[in-house]
């Protein structure tokens, strides 16, 4: 017989290579249907340092269109825009120079 000796890991964390060397943050920008044909649009995952209510403002002036930002315990500020704002909000964080093409994930139908 031919003995083994092997070292199982207890808890292995997949995901910690990635923690450590700062990997990309993304920006995740939603749409969440409310009633009927209406709708909303959310952005999360910008920077911290970022003034979430002046990008607000500008986003709500460019846009014609109403939002409010809303605190998180789990996932921070959350800036939320009234109807489908999701390729607009795209454009506008690249152009603004606030996130780069590749760091923006946009999901929904």
């Known amino acids: 017989m031919v003995q083994v000796d092997l070292e199982l890991p207890s808890s292995f964390d997949p995901f910690a290579e990635a923690k450590e060397s700062g990997a990309k943050e993304y920006v995740h920008i939603r749409i969440q249907q409310r009633n009927g044909k209406k ?3 959310t952005v999360q995952g910008l920077k911290k340092e970022y003034s979430y209510e002046k990008i607000l403002k500008d986003l709500k002036k460019e846009f ?18 009234q ?4 390729k607009n909000v795209s454009h506008f ?9 590749d760091q923006i994930k946009i999901h929904g139908f």
């Open 83 to 86: 109807g489908d704002q999701r």
């Open 93 to 101: 964080l690249v152009q603004a120079g606030l996130a780069k093409k």
């Open 39 to 41: 709708s909303l649009t």
């Open 64 to 81: 014609c269109c109403n939002g409010n930002v809303v605190q998180d315990k789990e996932l921070g500020k959350i800036i939320q825009l």
